[in-house]
């Protein structure tokens, strides 16, 4: 079964506070995605990944960045947390194409993450 | 540009009760369709998907038809169970796009009575 790990599921951070969300999966997908996902807003996309190093942005990129170094490690990362990012983060993976086969993503459980 | 609308929740239900889930889409080109999940405190999981007009998609009871003139893809299941609480998601990808992202919908909430 394909596995998508990530670090934290819960963190609580200070305002202004740099914090990094680790995401890893163990297919060999090339593609990685991250998410937010809010009450009411369903999940909006922050930033994806198609290859190592490389990076796009998503619907909502601002006060986010990414590093993909590996295959397998996608990282997602809040330079200076404000309370406006406390949300649910959700880390994806997917085989081949934007959207994956047929568009299967596979999500990891998710990061609650609370800026206070 | 596409888009997905899917009915608010929450809905809440008594066991064995027949559900439907409205999901309509706008989509320039040729899209696929899916329904994902999510059980509380998980990630969510693809449920079901269709990939071409007329298809039905189905997975643990529940069944949903690409409907191409409707523009819909609702999810249906013929009798619930506690277990089917979460939320539901219907998503679309459209690879004749430029940009062929999936486009989640806002999700509905399930609640099943037992």
């Known amino acids: 079964d394909v596995k998508v790990t990530q670090s934290s599921r819960y963190l609580v951070k200070r305002t202004g506070e740099k914090v990094f969300l680790e995401c890893v999966q163990d297919?060999?997908?090339?593609?990685m995605f991250w998410y937010r996902q809010d009450p009411g807003l369903g999940l909006r996309l922050i930033y994806f990944s198609y290859d190592v190093k490389m990076k796009e942005k998503g619907d909502i990129p601002e006060g986010y960045s990414v590093s993909r170094e590996k295959k397998e490690r996608f990282s997602l990362i809040l330079e200076s947390a404000s309370t406006n990012q406390t949300s649910m983060y959700l880390c994806?993976?997917?085989?081949?194409?934007?959207?994956?086969?047929?568009?299967?993503?596979?999500f990891g459980e998710g990061s609650r993450l609370t800026v206070l | 540009g596409n888009s997905v609308t899917q009915m608010e929740g929450p809905v809440t239900l008594s066991e064995e009760a027949f559900l439907t889930i409205n999901c309509t889409y706008t989509a320039t080109g040729y899209p696929s369709l899916f329904w994902y999940v999510q059980y509380p405190g998980e990630g969510l999981q693809l449920l079901l998907k269709?990939?071409?007009?007329?298809d039905k998609g189905s997975n643990k009871g529940f069944e949903a038809t690409y409907r191409k003139e409707t523009t819909s893809f609702h999810l249906e299941k013929g009798s619930v169970q506690v277990s089917d609480s979460a939320v539901y998601f219907c998503a679309l990808s459209d690879r004749s796009a430029r940009d062929d992202k999936i486009i989640f919908g806002k999700g509905t909430r399930l609640h099943i009575l037992p």
């Open positions: 269709a990939t071409k007009a007329d």
């Open positions: 297919m060999d997908h090339e593609n």
């Open positions: 994806a993976s997917s085989l081949g194409g934007l959207a994956g086969v047929a568009g299967e993503l596979f």
